[in-house]
């Protein structure tokens, strides 16, 4: 099982470092965060409750593996969706 995930991309010139990792269940986030030069430009945190919300979270509370495997997917889920929204020009400026 993967604790995270990471992509370095080059957009109009500049380097960007996509990082998403699991803070685990005591921490219970999933967090992506953006960096260029170094410095963090972007952080979005998604708390494990969003992401049981959107699924069977009555069977994932009771089956530890289904659990970890759902998360791991709303992990990669994540980190492409800000994948997508950097390379698109949509990831909020604000967050920029």
């Known amino acids: 099982m993967e604790k995270g995930f ?3 991309i080059v957009l109009a010139g500049l380097q960007y470092h996509v990082q998403t990792e699991d803070w685990g269940f005591e921490k219970p986030w999933l ?3 953006v ?3 170094g410095a963090v430009i972007s952080s979005i ?3 494990y409750s969003e992401v049981l919300r ?3 979270a009555f069977l994932l509370l009771r089956n530890r593996v ?3 495997e759902a998360l791991q997917q709303a992990m990669r889920e994540q ?3 800000i994948l997508t929204e950097l390379r ?4 909020s400026s604000s967050q920029i």
């Open 6 to 8: 990471n992509s370095d």
């Open 54 to 56: 959107h699924r069977n």
């Open 79 to 81: 980190h492409e969706r």
């Open 45 to 47: 945190k998604t708390p």
């Open 66 to 68: 289904a659990m970890s």
């Open 35 to 37: 960096y260029r030069s």
């Open 88 to 91: 698109s020009g949509t990831l």
């Open 31 to 33: 967090v992506t965060r």
